[in-house]
């Protein structure tokens, strides 16, 4: 009896593991019920505004906007950036935080779409511009190693907290397989667009969720095999 419930709880556990290996955003609402224009960071239950929805529009346009067209939504801190791109890429083994103030990731020598599958999630969920267009060249010792022209998609904004300017990014190639994928988190205030984002385009809104998260259905199932086990243990001992 002890093996079966050992072989019980094994199985739990490893459905559990599964489970539990959830993105770090799910699907929101912006404006509406079912206009899934937003994202839910499930462990502050902050919610962030698709990349995309206000791609149009320039940061300043946005920011006096925010008691009409998005009213409700607000500016988010460097600190609630921070913690959402780090949420996002941290885990992964080739992000490095180089300073304070700037972040990033890439796939540049590595095994370049090790992480194409995980990116396109957080896209789905995140929204993203496709269909962009590029041009990359790669130099070593001053000799050119590769040249060629790609599409891509993009999830990049930028933000202000108190006066300082930052941006993130994530950027996958949708037609190469050599060209490395990219994200990034920084507010250096060095790097020379953002000395005046006034015009640039695509701006981070963050609200405050007012619903929790249902826990994941195979969570719940996972849940109730345990509890069947156990009582079935306590029943026949």
Do not use: C
Request: hydrophobic share 45%.
């Amino acid at each position: 009896m002890l093996k079966k419930l050992a072989r019980t709880l094994g199985l739990a556990t490893l459905l559990l593991s599964a489970t539990t290996q959830a993105l770090p955003i799910v699907q929101a609402d912006a404006f509406s019920a079912g206009d899934n224009k937003a994202a839910l960071e499930t462990s502050t239950g902050l919610v962030w505004m698709d990349f995309g929805v206000n791609s149009h529009r320039t940061f300043s346009d946005v920011v006096s906007s925010l008691d009409t067209d998005y009213a409700g939504w607000r500016l988010p801190t460097i600190a609630e950036v921070d913690h959402l791109w780090t949420n996002l890429f941290g885990g992964l083994d080739e992000w490095s935080r180089l300073q304070p103030t700037f972040a990033s990731l890439s796939t540049f020598d590595k095994n370049i779409t090790m992480y194409d599958d995980y990116f396109n999630s957080l896209m789905g969920v995140f929204g993203n511009l496709v269909g962009l267009n590029g041009h990359y060249t790669y130099y070593r010792d001053d000799v050119l190693i590769y040249s060629a022209d790609y599409t891509y998609k993009s999830s990049f904004a930028v933000f202000s907290d108190s006066g300082v300017n930052g941006f993130v990014n994530l950027f996958v190639p949708t037609d190469n397989n050599i060209i490395p994928r990219h994200a990034a988190f920084s507010y250096e205030m060095r790097i020379p667009f953002l000395q005046d984002i006034s015009l640039q385009q695509s701006t981070l809104l963050v609200k405050k969720s007012t619903n929790v998260p249902e826990p994941a259905s195979g969570l719940l199932a996972v849940l109730a095999i345990f509890m069947l086990a156990v009582r079935r243990f306590k029943f026949r001992v």
